[in-house]
């Protein structure tokens, strides 16, 4: 049984250091929509919630050192990059920016994508593009 056959699904889980804020930047800086969420209020501030973009999903929630999650406000710097596809990206860009993140490199054409980056005010970095050919490649790598 292939991974496909069997239902599985990754989804980031984002470790943040303020789980309401960021839930309100992914909203209007990507038109997130929240499908789920424990906690986040007044009286329980520490946050999981799932949101969702067109057809993908994923988490963001309060760091937890006690439990090895850091948030890379914390860490100094993220070991990972989210890759969001939009039909334009500098668009998207844009308003990220105007919804508080610090564009990276505006969107421009390299590899077969237009894609450009910023870093959130949680210090994730996201890539922010389009493939300009069918993707993947056929012959399935370039090097």
Known sequence: MD???????????????????????????????EDY??????DEPS?????????TSFWVADESPPHKNFSPE???????????IAEHPQAV??????????????AGDAHGWRLGRIEDPFGHHWEI??????????SGSHG
Not at 37 to 42: A, E, H, L, S
């Open 93 to 106: 860009i844009d308003r990220a920016v105007a919804a508080g993140a610090t564009q990276v490199y505006e």
């Open 37 to 42: 969420r424990v906690g986040g209020t007044d």
């Open 74 to 84: 914390t860490l100094g710097g993220s070991t990972t990059r989210m890759l969001l």
């Open 47 to 55: 946050v999981v919630a799932q949101l969702s973009v067109g057809n």
């Open 129 to 138: 593009g389009k493939p300009l050919v069918a993707w993947p490649p056929e």
């Open 3 to 33: 991974a496909q056959s069997d239902g599985q699904v990754i989804a980031a889980q984002l470790s943040v250091r303020d789980g309401r804020a960021a839930i309100e930047f992914y909203k209007v800086a990507f038109g997130a929509v």
